[in-house]
């Protein structure tokens, strides 16, 4: 699956150029939703002052982060990954999110293994076991699931590695 080997978004793509984003600013690390944070780009909606709207990357206290290339007035629409690195299951996914939810293929990796999802609005229709994975590395300090061609300078989406060292 080529999401696994780039980043979900680029930051500068022309789609955030365009009319529906224009009112978006970058945010970093502002409160949205119980014990979460947004960094990316965000407008003032009746649901907050930084309601994220554009690309951007939520993060959970407790270790459960999801990155969207496209989020509308808070909610995930578009393609992105998500990663848990709760010890003892640790799990990435990757897929697309319709108005909030899941929709389509998802590759969801955990154990080893690459599993594929299919989804109907959120809804888990079949879950199949697609391949051994021998493309993610776990971070040697937050545990996370990543793949590193896809963990540039740039787009460090735990935030603190580098390498698996
Ligand atoms: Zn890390």
Redesign the pocket.
Known sequence: MWQMRDIPFQRFDQLYEGPEFADARFAELVPWGRDQTFTGLAHGTPKGEHTPHGWGVLEHHEGFMQACAVWRDGVADGPGMWSSIVEGKEQCGYGAWVQGKRHGYFALVKEGGVYVEDYDMGELKRRIKWRKDKLHLQ?A????L?VPCANSPEEKL????LSKN
């Open positions: 971070c300090r937050c545990r996370m990543f735990c935030r603190f590695h």
